[in-house]
């Protein structure tokens, strides 16, 4: 049996085919089209993945959307008239789209696969994005929370699976919605909403939640959820603002794009709303995962939707939660839905659950090498010439193996400096054109060193070694690498286990034993504004623009 699931108008859109149970193939268009968050109805990416299965669209058993677009429609037009007469320049906005390709999506998706109609099926946005956190997992039986901005009607969903069988059990209903909130919030400091949440949590580092009780009184706890007051927020599809002058009048003037960004002293007044944020959605994630132990009594946990990317929230709920194991796939956001909806579509159709599978899942790195390459005999001299310039001080981009269907790339599209010196974080990053002096970077170590230099708990190191949460570093690490911690003292480690990334783990072991600490920076091999990079043409392309020492791609380096 083969399902082939996508994901499509909203941010990063994908395709993903299960085959006899199995994740064969998996990508985002993104990677195609070279534009960052491509939401475009993934075209590329669904022929690229029936390529690597050797299939004909024709010949698939089903092809399953992550969402329902009647039901979202529904919600956009009893949106439009509950808040009549402000909503209709919002649903001018994206009219057009709905009463173009979006209603008529099955018909779509059928044309452009040459199969029946029938077999295109829909899956509500929450069932597609908890079918990918089960499957993930490897849990039979498992709670789920999940946490996102919208979907059709569901911004917030708890529920449980069983064998591969979801039973929901409580949600939120736009236009109350964490996922919103943060949104809001991110483009009230003058960042991009949908796309810099992430900078969001990182700013909050930097500042104190001076402004919590304001912000608890926005979203208040009730009957074991939340709610949002209304006035403060305008959160419907094709708003051009998320929040309303009420927002401004209560915390202060919202940052313009451009202005600069209050989160030093003296006025650190963007990393203190960050901050306050931050704190807000931590605590309110924590209520409904108590009332998600309350209603299961299960003892893991798993997190998808948006906020389920918000390491500092995953970090709270690991060490004060209610679960014993909080579990989340490599890619909980919209690209995954895709995965998660083929995977559901199999269980639909076969009657069975999936098998469990890895996310490697991507295009392999193609290419022969491009003119100056320098080709190295064997992988082993290779890492000898990596270590060799990371001891000098130099940046390395390394690129191998196949692209991982993952949020970020934990090792094969990968930019590296040795984590020695006051500013190898900044320096790294600022080669990728990333220039925040605020943002983190990973800190890839052998796993077995962690304790050495990270406080956390032992149920935590599978979200560890994913690179998932941002936990307190110890005196160790303050002393060999300051510059791994953010303001308030957290740090971003990736533990490398050596059996699971023999060469990663071989590059840190050789690091180790020329006499410096085997601790890296790492950060995904993409400028800023660009998706991460699928060939070696790509990455040669990078490198030309970036201010990277040398590039490893494949057996093969290249030096400016």
Same mark, same amino acid.
């Given at each position: 049996?083969r399902?082939l %699931?996508l994901?499509?108008?909203?941010?990063?859109?994908?395709?993903a085919?299960?085959?006899?149970?199995v994740a064969?193939?998996?990508?985002r268009e993104?990677?195609f &089209?070279?534009?960052l968050l491509?939401s475009?109805f993934? &075209?590329?990416a669904l022929?690229?993945?029936?390529?690597?299965a050797?299939?004909?669209?024709s010949?698939?058993?089903g092809?399953v959307?992550?969402?329902k677009?009647l039901?979202?429609?529904?919600?956009?037009?009893?949106?439009?008239?509950?808040?009549?007469?402000?909503?209709?320049?919002?649903f001018v906005?994206?009219?057009f789209?709905?009463?173009g390709?979006?209603?008529?999506?099955r018909?779509?998706?059928a044309?452009e696969?040459?199969?029946?109609p029938q077999r295109?099926l829909f899956?509500?946005?929450a069932?597609?994005?908890?079918?990918l956190?089960l499957h993930a997992?490897?849990?039979?039986?498992?709670a789920?929370?999940?946490?996102?901005?919208?979907?059709?009607w569901s911004?917030c969903?708890?529920?449980r699976?069983?064998a591969?069988v979801l039973?929901? =059990?409580a949600e939120?209903?736009?236009?109350?919605?964490l996922?919103?909130l943060?949104?809001a919030?991110?483009q009230f400091?003058g960042l991009?909403?949908?796309?810099?949440?992430?900078r969001?949590e990182?700013?909050?580092?930097?500042?104190?939640p001076? @402004?919590?009780?304001?912000l608890?009184?926005l979203?208040?706890?009730r009957?074991?959820?939340?709610?949002?007051e209304p006035? @403060? @927020?305008?959160l419907d599809d094709?708003a051009?603002?998320?929040?309303?002058?009420?927002l401004?009048a209560?915390v202060?003037?919202?940052r313009a794009p451009g202005q600069?960004?209050?989160?030093q002293?003296p006025?650190?007044?963007?990393a203190d709303?960050a901050?306050?944020?931050?704190?807000?959605?931590?605590?309110?994630a924590?209520?409904?995962?108590?009332e998600l132990?309350?209603? &299961?009594e299960?003892?893991?946990?798993?997190?998808s939707?948006?906020?389920?990317?918000?390491?500092?929230?995953?970090?709270?709920?690991a060490?004060q939660?209610?679960?014993?194991?909080?579990?989340?796939a490599?890619?909980?956001?919209?690209?995954?839905?895709a995965?998660?909806?083929?995977?559901?579509?199999?269980?639909?159709?076969?009657g069975s659950?999936p098998?469990?599978?890895?996310f490697? =899942?991507?295009?392999?790195?193609?290419?022969s090498?491009e003119?100056g390459?320098?080709?190295?005999?064997?992988p082993?001299?290779?890492r000898?010439e990596l270590a060799?310039?990371?001891?000098?001080?130099? =940046?390395?981009g390394?690129?191998r193996?196949?692209l991982e269907?993952?949020?970020?790339?934990?090792s094969?599209?990968?930019?590296l400096?040795?984590a020695?010196?006051?500013?190898?974080?900044?320096r790294?990053l600022?080669? =990728?054109?990333h220039?925040?002096?605020?943002l983190?970077?990973?800190l890839?170590?052998?796993?077995?060193r962690?304790?050495e230099f990270?406080e956390?708990?032992?149920?935590?190191t599978a979200?560890?070694e994913?690179?998932q949460?941002?936990?307190?570093?110890?005196?160790?690490l303050r002393?060999?690498?300051p510059?791994?911690l953010?303001?308030?003292g957290?740090?971003?480690?990736?533990?490398?286990?050596?059996?699971?990334?023999?060469?990663?783990?071989?590059?840190?072991?050789?690091?180790?034993?020329?006499?410096?600490?085997?601790?890296?920076f790492? &950060?995904?091999?993409a400028?800023?504004g660009?998706?991460?990079v699928?060939?070696?043409r790509?990455?040669?392309e990078? @490198?030309?623009?970036?201010?990277?020492?040398?590039?490893?791609a %494949?057996?093969r380096?290249?030096?400016h």
């Open positions: 049996m399902v %699931g994901s499509a108008f909203q941010r990063q859109s994908a395709a085919l299960v085959v006899r149970g064969v193939a998996a990508v993104e990677h &089209t070279r534009v491509d475009a993934p &075209t590329h022929r690229w993945v029936l390529a690597q050797g299939a004909r669209g010949e698939l058993d092809v959307f992550y969402e677009p039901r979202r429609f529904e919600r956009v037009l009893v949106r439009t008239l509950e808040t009549f007469p402000s909503a209709p320049r919002a906005r994206t009219a789209a709905w009463l390709e979006r209603l008529w999506l018909s779509q998706i044309a696969l040459e199969l029946a295109v899956v509500d946005q069932r597609a994005h908890m079918a956190a997992s490897g849990c039979e039986h498992a789920l929370l999940h946490l996102d901005d919208a979907g059709e911004t969903t708890l529920a699976g069983d591969g039973e929901l =059990l939120v209903r736009h236009p109350h919605s996922g919103g943060a949104s919030f991110t400091v991009v909403a949908g796309e810099d949440e992430s969001l990182a700013l909050a580092a930097c500042g104190r001076r @402004f919590a009780a304001e608890a009184r979203c208040p706890e009957d074991g959820a939340f709610v949002l006035g @403060f @927020f305008t094709g051009a603002r998320l929040y309303t002058p009420a401004e209560l202060g003037p919202a600069p960004l209050r989160w002293a006025d650190a007044h963007d709303l901050a306050s944020v931050q704190a807000l959605l931590e605590e309110r924590l209520a409904l995962a108590h132990h309350r209603r &299961t299960l003892a893991c946990v798993c997190v939707g948006q906020l389920a990317s918000n390491r500092r929230l995953l970090a709270r709920l060490a939660g209610p679960f014993e194991r909080v579990c989340v490599p890619d909980p956001g919209k690209a995954g839905a995965l998660g909806a083929a995977l559901y579509g199999y269980r639909v159709l076969a659950a098998a469990p599978s890895g490697a =899942l991507g295009p392999a790195l193609g290419a090498g003119p390459a320098l080709a190295w005999a064997s082993a001299e290779l000898a060799r310039r990371l001891l000098a001080g130099e =940046l390395v390394w690129v193996g196949p269907f993952a949020e970020r790339s934990l094969s599209r990968l930019a400096a040795l020695r010196g006051p500013d190898a974080r900044a790294l600022a080669a =990728l054109q220039f925040e002096p605020y983190p970077a990973r890839a170590l052998p796993a077995e962690a304790a990270f956390f708990d032992a149920r935590s979200l560890l994913q690179a949460l941002s936990v307190p570093a110890r005196e160790a002393r060999v690498a510059d791994a953010a303001a308030d957290h740090a971003w480690p990736q533990l490398v286990d050596a059996r699971r990334d023999p060469e990663l783990g071989d590059l840190l072991a050789r690091l180790g034993a020329a006499g410096a600490e085997p601790l890296l790492v &950060t995904d091999l400028l800023r660009a998706p991460l699928r060939t070696e790509d990455a040669l990078l @490198f030309e623009r970036s201010r990277l020492d040398v590039l490893a %494949g057996p380096t290249y030096v």
